[in-house]
């Protein structure tokens, strides 16, 4: 009952942080919830037994290219431009 109740809360945080995601305008903001949800992605892995995919996940999803997305993100703007 207890693993079920870590897997509904882990899969409540993806969708959340997937749709912050799409809803930040601010893209520093948004690159932080992506890797929250690849936080949340390693973290599930785990859950289901698989440490070696929770390590790379954590690694390479959550930590580089968070990393990458915001050293992209100094180096041009930080708010997405309001065009429609």
């Known amino acids: ?8 809360l882990v899969l409540i945080g993806l969708v959340v942080s997937a749709v912050l995601v799409f809803w930040f305008k601010d893209l520093l903001a ?5 890797g ?5 992605i390693s ?4 859950i289901l037994q698989a440490p ?3 390590i790379s996940q954590a690694a390479i999803g959550a930590g580089l290219t ?3 997305f915001i050293i992209g993100i100094r180096a041009t703007g930080r708010y997405e431009e309001g065009g429609s």
């Open 66 to 68: 968070t990393a990458i």
């Open 43 to 46: 973290l599930e892995f785990y």
């Open 30 to 34: 948004a690159a932080l919830a992506a």
């Open 1 to 8: 009952m207890i693993e079920l109740i870590g897997h509904v």
């Open 52 to 54: 070696d995919v929770a």
């Open 36 to 40: 929250l949800f690849s936080f949340l």
